[in-house]
């Protein structure tokens, strides 16, 4: 079996349709003596004439005419199949999976992806919500490219971009205000608290702070967004503990926004990957977006 390369062929099929090795030169940026050359160990490799040369022009022979047929077909056919792998890859490197922690998601998410698709008009983008430990499992089974989200323990396995951090603010209605600048987890003690699940990395936070400072909140209600913690706040139902990303979903509320004073341990929010895989260059470019979108939060 002739091992031909097909820049070999590319050759031949341009000398057959000039019938001219001048004109096929001058096409493939080579010399005319080169394609000479290559047409002559061509030859040589299949034991055939494939042209007849003349002074004015080279002409196929029977056997050329078949090769020539046969080489164009195959040709035609390889270019079309890379072709198609082009189009899919094009297609994937347009489409974007990534996950994001409900409170980013619903509050600044949305600009940062408005921005994103004035840029990369063509990028579709498809967005999970969910908490940072069911993103894990999603970026572990490559079903996410990344994730956006807070640290949280048992993220070894996973590459961790801190951005920000995240101090938790109290959502204070009216009925419960005393005015403070600032309060602290235990001028909470006698008042109704609306505290986000423990499915929530910043339930988790605060309830190993309380732990440490031996404080019992009275939590009426739990919920798992902060978008419904702060809507109870606002109907006097309690006072609700959200990070302050989720501030901005607040709008025009009737509860006043007061940072948390304890020395609590304020979480990293970030960019979660997994190890190894390199990210497509639409998913660096949105990436680089929410770094820089999120960086001026601090």
């Not at 807070?150 to 961790?160: L, S, Y």
């Not at 109704?192 to 939590?219: F, N, Q």
């Not at 509860?255 to 929010?269: C, E, Y």
Request: charged fraction near 20%; charge should be neutral.
């Amino acid at each position: 079996m002739w091992n031909i390369n097909l820049k070999l062929l590319h050759t031949f099929l341009l000398a057959a349709e000039h019938e001219s090795f001048r004109k096929a030169a001058q096409e493939s940026n080579r010399s005319p003596s080169a394609v000479s050359m290559q047409v002559r160990g061509l030859e040589e490799q299949i034991g055939v004439q494939l042209f007849r040369r003349t002074p004015q022009k080279v002409l196929l022979t029977p056997e050329g005419r078949i090769l020539f047929e046969q080489a164009k077909r195959a040709l035609q056919e390889v270019q079309s199949g890379l072709d198609l792998l082009t189009e899919a890859a094009q297609s994937r490197s347009r489409h974007i999976q990534m996950a994001c922690v409900p409170t980013l998601a619903t509050g600044w998410l949305p600009n940062i992806l408005a921005t994103f698709k004035i840029r990369h008009p063509n990028t579709q983008v498809q967005l999970m919500e969910l908490p940072t430990g069911p993103m894990l499992e999603l970026l572990r089974r490559r079903d996410v490219e990344f994730g956006v989200g807070p640290q949280i323990h048992g993220m070894e396995d996973f590459e961790f971009e801190p951005i920000l951090e995240d101090p938790l603010y109290a959502c204070v209605p009216p009925v419960f205000d005393e005015g403070q600048s600032s309060v602290c987890f235990a001028d909470l003690v006698d008042k109704p608290t609306i505290m986000l699940s423990k499915s929530t990395a910043v339930r988790g936070l605060i309830d190993d702070t309380l732990e440490t400072l031996g404080i019992h909140l009275d939590v009426p209600f739990e919920v798992q967004q902060a978008t419904t913690a702060m809507a109870l706040a606002a109907s006097g139902l309690g006072i609700a503990i959200v990070p302050r990303v989720a501030l901005v979903q607040a709008g025009v509320q009737q509860f006043r926004m007061v940072p948390i004073s304890n020395h609590v341990g304020l979480r990293q929010v970030g960019l979660i990957t997994a190890r190894g895989p390199i990210l497509r260059p639409n998913t660096e470019r949105l990436i680089t977006l929410i770094r820089t979108s999120l960086a001026q939060l601090r």
